[in-house]
């Protein structure tokens, strides 16, 4: 088995040593420097406070002395700067003042969104119910379209630079960069793994050349869609980033059954009621797939350090999961290489095995960072 090595604290230099340690504090976050934060927002606590399902962040719902509760967020240290959490937080302001239902940050006291507390960035927000939906019908794909054509419409006025794109080198060639060098690639699959990885990174860098980008949501799932009171509501918008529209336009279907992509033509005819979108850019979504695929093994590997990691997927690191991992990245590969598209064409040649001629169904599951059974 094989997982990322540990890292002696005598082997670190200052600097690091003090990230490290800023580290440590966010994921033994304790309820009473919770409190704390929310305290220093101004805001009156009962002191009752409970965790909420979030990976990357830490979150917590909190009550405050009137009964209402807000949300805090606690953002894992190293992953943004202040100026790209503002950015977040300025894209979700502006679709709040176009009446989109996306939740804002709350003000602190001195007007800002983020404050820091062990140097740790948090922000507040106002508790937003609803329920995740299960799966899409064609009347509420539609109207997710709908939704998300607003989005970008805010999102193309936005030429934030804070935020980041969404490229190869940050999805795979950096995650794959880490594996390799950190040695959490077992020797066996070592050279297959990062042949595919490299071949997707090409593909997508190949396609998504002149295609036009704008800010997005980034992340947008079932596990992201709230349904209250008629409306839907689009959450955590963590992922923000500049990059291709049709990224917001495959995770809440991305099968490649019938029914799925019956479900996309209804979300993409919703969309398109609202703006246009080149419906050639649609050859991306493979390529985007693959990528998130590596992004996805590279997210657990450098996280497994956090105990809710290992908790959460204890087969990581298995000769299994590697095999696994290795096999369905080359047959991704492989499909792209089997594109009709001119466009989406990379030659593989003899570099990758033959496809499964029956790959498994694909579920929305395959690609939630924090989704729950």
Not at 126 to 133: A, S
């Amino acid at each position: 088995m094989t997982h990322p090595p540990d890292v002696s604290a005598a082997d670190l230099s200052t600097t690091e040593r003090a990230s490290a340690e800023v580290t440590r504090l966010f994921v033994g976050l304790t309820p009473d420097r919770v409190l704390a934060a929310v305290d220093a927002a101004g805001l009156e606590t009962t002191g009752l406070c409970y965790p909420l399902n979030s990976f990357e962040n830490r979150v917590y719902e909190v009550e405050l002395a009137d009964r209402s509760r807000v949300v805090a967020k606690f953002y894992r240290p190293g992953r943004w700067r202040r100026g790209q959490v503002e950015a977040e937080h300025r894209f979700l302001a502006a679709l709040a003042a176009e009446e989109i239902p996306a939740c804002p940050a709350l003000p602190f006291p001195d007007g800002g969104t983020v404050a820091t507390i062990d140097g740790i960035l948090y922000s507040l927000w106002r508790r937003q119910g609803g329920r995740v939906p299960d799966e899409l019908d064609p009347a509420t794909a539609a109207r997710l379209g709908r939704l998300v054509a607003r989005v970008h419409t805010v999102g193309s006025r936005l030429a934030d630079s804070d935020r980041p794109d969404l490229d190869a080198d940050r999805y795979a060639r950096q995650p794959v960069a880490w594996m390799a060098e950190s040695g959490v690639l077992p020797p066996s699959i070592r050279d297959r793994y990062l042949t595919a990885a490299a071949a997707i990174a090409d593909a997508y860098e190949q396609q998504v050349d002149g295609v036009g980008r704008h800010l997005l949501h980034g992340d947008l799932h079932l596990g992201n869609l709230l349904r209250r009171d008629g409306l839907l509501w689009l959450v955590d918008f963590d992922d923000a980033c500049l990059g291709p529209p049709v990224q917001d336009l495959w995770l809440a279907v991305p099968g490649r059954d019938e029914e799925s992509l019956r479900l996309r033509q209804a979300l993409l005819a919703g969309y398109e009621e609202l703006r246009e979108l080149d419906r050639s850019t649609l050859a991306l979504i493979e390529p985007l797939r693959g990528l998130r695929m590596i992004r996805y093994t590279g997210w657990i590997a450098r996280r497994w350090h956090d105990p809710a990691f290992p908790a959460a997927w204890p087969e990581f690191g298995s000769d299994d999961f590697w095999r696994t991992a290795t096999d369905d990245l080359e047959a991704q590969a492989r499909a792209l290489g089997t594109r009709p598209d001119p466009r989406a064409t990379v030659d593989l040649g003899a570099r990758l095995p033959e496809p499964p001629e029956d790959p498994s169904e694909l579920t929305n599951a395959d690609y939630f960072w924090d989704w729950e059974n």
